[in-house]
């Protein structure tokens, strides 16, 4: 069995939760900058939405914004659902 590294893992989560909001008719980019965590871009009307995948403690979130609400577990049922909601 192969273990991923932190970054590979992280891609993996972004780039599954990308596929799942295209699913949705959302258009987005994934975007990996050469000094900066890699996230996925929204654009919507009021500013870009950018969703990064973060290891907090074991468990992988996707987070978005600055407030506290503003993330959701990276294998919640509804992750996709709560960052769709987000692109509106």
Do not use: K, N
């Amino acid at each position: 069995m192969r273990y991923f590294d932190h970054d590979e893992e992280q891609f993996i989560h972004l780039v599954r939760l990308a596929w799942d909001l295209a699913e949705l008719g959302v258009g987005l980019a994934v975007q990996w900058p050469r000094r900066e965590e890699p996230f996925i871009s929204v654009p919507r009307a009021r500013g870009v939405l950018r969703v990064r995948a973060v290891l907090r403690g074991e468990h992988w979130v996707f987070t978005w914004g600055h407030s506290r609400g503003r993330c959701v577990a990276a294998f919640e049922e509804d992750a996709v659902t709560r960052v769709w909601e987000e692109t509106r």
